[in-house]
């Protein structure tokens, strides 16, 4: 692989991972930004696939519906499809809570955003395991989640 494509891959891998750093980050304050944080986590899950996908070299399409990233991925690498729920589950914050015509619902609460933050981080934290070593982000941004 080469180092142009190596870092077009780890950047996916470090966007995704300051997704996550920002979704914690968020829910953590004195009164938590949980419609940021939410956010934060389906974006971290659609940049993960991302990643996969650039990795093996497949067009990105410029979509935030992780069921259908996640199928792309499936579609190359059928461990993938386990990842079907967690999917499903963030697939709506892309934009249920980020314009404020949608805010009439309830914000997400707490322990909405620590499911999400797990199920954005079992996405990212599996395709880390696809991903060469070579190619992760270093070591020490994986050890700070």
Known sequence: MDDTKREWVRSWLVK??????????????????????IYHCQQAAEKGLKDYLAFRDQPLERTHDLERLLELATALDPAFAPLETQADVL???ATAFRYPAMLSVQFP??????TATEHAQAIYDFVLRQIPEAVRPGNNLNASL
Do not use: I, W
Request: aromatic share 4%; charged share 25%.
């Open 91 to 93: 697939n709506p914050y």
């Open 109 to 114: 609460s707490v322990a909405e955003v620590n």
């Open 16 to 37: 995704a991972h300051s997704d996550l750093r920002s979704a914690r980050a968020l829910v953590a304050l004195d009164e938590p930004a949980t419609d940021t944080a």
